[in-house]
């Protein structure tokens, strides 16, 4: 079956540590995007890629690092330069342009 | 800056109950606009709209836009505690907006 993967589910990580999370996707999809979600936030955006190759900042890019290597893969780093790195982050791709984005099952992140 | 807002924020009904969510936008550059349903973890997809006025439906739920006023609604008819979740907008292009969401609470 089609779809996208994100690892870990949980993740731990000491202050000052970067940390990288894994999206995969085996839709053939172009684009691919990383959200942040808060609570009473919503999704926000990271970054996104349209291309390999290439990619975008988002909203609330500070901090964070993605590369687009291959089109299956976006990984996200979150850096020791994010302020507040504990969330819930969001994996998704689409076929560009078109909207209807899929979704991964998400990464929460908890930095003690 | 690009915006979507959604309202209520929260809202809770009894099952059988009629709801509106709503959603409006400002999008510098707009395609479509999308409608998830979140229960845990991972939204899952409910409607894209691109049209003005055409209704979409999909069983109880149904939505239609308006992009003369930049405003969506999302109707659930006869409600049930399975529809308890946080519902998202979303609108653009390349780059995708996401409204707070609404959370809808369902009392058996």
Not at chain 1, 69 to 84: G, H, I, W, Y
């Amino acid at each position: 079956d089609g779809g996208i993967t994100q690892s870990p589910k949980y993740l731990f990580r000491k202050e000052g540590q970067n940390v990288t999370l894994s999206c995969e996707q085996n839709l053939n999809h172009d684009a691919m995007y990383w959200y942040r979600q808060d609570p009473g936030q919503g999704l926000r955006l990271i970054y996104y890629s349209q291309i390999v190759n290439d990619f975008q900042k988002g909203d609330i890019a500070e901090g964070y690092s993605v590369s687009r290597e291959k089109k299956e893969s976006f990984p996200l780093t979150v850096t020791s330069a994010q302020k507040n790195p504990t969330a819930f982050y969001l994996c998704a791709s689409s076929i560009a342009q078109m909207g209807g984005y899929t979704f991964g099952s998400g990464t929460r992140l908890t930095v003690v | 800056e690009d915006k979507v807002v959604q309202s209520p924020l929260s809202l809770v009904v009894h099952e059988g109950d009629t709801v509106t969510l709503n959603c409006s936008y400002e999008v510098t550059n707009f395609r479509s606009l999308l409608w998830y349903k979140q229960e845990k973890k991972a939204p899952t997809f409910l409607f894209m709209l691109t049209s003005s006025g055409i209704e979409k439906k999909s069983g109880r739920l149904s939505s239609i836009l308006d992009k003369k006023e930049l405003f969506s609604i999302l109707n659930i008819t006869a409600t049930q505690t399975g529809d308890s979740a946080v519902y998202l907008c979303a609108g653009g292009d390349d780059k995708i907006i996401f409204g707070k969401g609404t959370r809808l609470h369902i009392l058996p």
